[in-house]
C-alpha cells in the first residue's frame, strides 16, 4: 500500500520524465517518422492519458526496435511502473521487478536509475514488512489461543476449588453434628449415673438411721 501511493506520488515526475525523453524528429522535408518514435510517441500519450494496456504494447514494442539506445531506458521504467501500479488493472510485481532491475543493469548513467533503485528497496522492504506484520499475526494468535486456554484451565480449578469448599463444609457440617450428639448422649449418659449415685445416697442414709436407731435401743 505504502509504496503503490509513493509510486502514485511520482506520476507527475514521470510524465514530466516523459516530456524530456522526446525523440527528435528526423530532419528532411519528406523523412519518414521511424517506427520507433511512433510508438515511443504513441506510449507517452496512453501512459498519460491513462491507457496503460495500450502504452505497455507499445514501449515493449518500441524496446523490440530499440532494446539498448534511445529512450530505452524510459521505456523500461514506464513499464516498470505500469506493471507496479495498482490502478493500472496489470499489476505484476515480478515483471515490474524484472524492468527496474534492467534499466539499472542495463543503463548505470540514466538518471532515472536512482527512482528505479529506490522503487526496488522499497518493494523489498514491504516484502519485509508483510512477512513481520504476518509473523506477529500468527504470534498473536497462538497468544490468544494459549490466553484462552489458560482462562478456561483458571475457571475449572476456581470451579474444582468451590467444589471442594463445599464438600468441605458439608464435612465439617457433619462432624459437629455428629459430635454435637455424642456429646449430648455423653450427657445423658452423665445424669442417669448422677440420678443413681443420688438413689444410691438415699438407700445409703436410710440404712445409716436404720441401724442408728437399732444400735440406740437399749437391750433388754
Not at 510508438?39 to 496512453?46: G, H, N, P, V
Request: aromatic fraction near 4%.
Amino acid at each position: 500500500m505504502r509504496l503503490s501511493r509513493a509510486i502514485s506520488v511520482m506520476m507527475p515526475v514521470l510524465l514530466l520524465a516523459g516530456c524530456h525523453h522526446t525523440t527528435p524528429a528526423p530532419t528532411g522535408v519528406n523523412a519518414p517518422t521511424p517506427a520507433s518514435t511512433i510508438a515511443l510517441e504513441a506510449a507517452k500519450r496512453e501512459f498519460a492519458a491513462g491507457d496503460y494496456a495500450s502504452a505497455a504494447v507499445d514501449f515493449q514494442r518500441y524496446l523490440q526496435l530499440v532494446p539498448t539506445d534511445g529512450d530505452s531506458d524510459y521505456a523500461l521504467f514506464q513499464l516498470g511502473t505500469i506493471f507496479a501500479l495498482p490502478e493500472s488493472g496489470r499489476q505484476d510485481w515480478v515483471r515490474a521487478t524484472s524492468y527496474f532491475n534492467r534499466l539499472v543493469t542495463d543503463f548505470p548513467q540514466s538518471s532515472l536509475k536512482p527512482a528505479a533503485q529506490l522503487i526496488l528497496s522499497t518493494r523489498d522492504q514491504a516484502i519485509q514488512l508483510s512477512a513481520n506484520i504476518a509473523r506477529l499475526t500468527d504470534e498473536a494468535t497462538q497468544l490468544r489461543a494459549t490466553s484462552a486456554e489458560q482462562i478456561n484451565q483458571l475457571a475449572k480449578l476456581r470451579a474444582d476449588i468451590e467444589q471442594q469448599s463445599e464438600q468441605i463444609g458439608k464435612i465439617k457440617g457433619d462432624a459437629a453434628a455428629e459430635l454435637s450428639d455424642q456429646i449430648n448422649k455423653r450427657e445423658l449418659v452423665i445424669r442417669q449415673l448422677n440420678a443413681q449415685i443420688d438413689q444410691l445416697k438415699t438407700q445409703l442414709d436410710r440404712l445409716i438411721r436404720v441401724d442408728t436407731e437399732r444400735t440406740s435401743r437399749p437391750r433388754p
